[in-house]
């Protein structure tokens, strides 16, 4: 009797400690927030687009928990009016953990000659996001 009460324990035990050490928390605090690293902004960093054309944007992304969503937000220095929006949360940059960024967004032909805010988000799994800005200068269509 005391033969099987002691397995009888010991498996419990057993039981016990492997539930306890498989448990899994997603809310762990040692994943970093995304990295968003725009190398170049316009042609060779001139951090200049033409109206009517394109801006050229490149960077590395990391992040530990998954990319989930990056935005592209172009609008006036004042933040008053917003030129360009764009995002994506499907394709090649979604669900990696590691990318090399590199898109062309199209400025309208009519937007205003001046120095305008480029604001750039990576967002994670996790909810953590990271923004990289940079003031940019939009030349008239010639």
């Not at 009460?5 to 035990?13: D, I, N, T």
């Not at 499907?90 to 960024?101: A, D, H, L, P």
């Amino acid at each position: 009797m005391k033969k099987i009460l002691s397995l009888a324990v010991a498996l419990m035990l057993c039981t016990f400690s492997s539930i306890l050490s498989s448990c899994n928390n997603n809310d762990d605090p040692s994943v970093s927030a995304p990295v968003a690293a725009l190398a170049e902004v316009g042609e060779e960093n001139s951090k200049e687009a033409i109206a009517g054309q394109d801006l050229h944007l490149e960077g590395d992304l990391q992040a530990e928990a998954l990319i989930a969503r990056i935005e592209v937000v172009v609008a006036s220095a004042d933040g008053q009016r917003m030129v360009v929006s764009k995002s994506w949360t499907e394709g090649k940059y979604i669900g990696v953990k590691n990318c090399t960024f590199h898109e062309h967004i199209d400025i309208p032909e009519a937007t205003a000659a001046g120095t305008y805010k480029l604001t750039f988000v990576v967002t994670d799994k996790l909810g953590q996001s990271t923004t990289f800005t940079s003031n940019i200068t939009i030349k008239a269509a010639e």
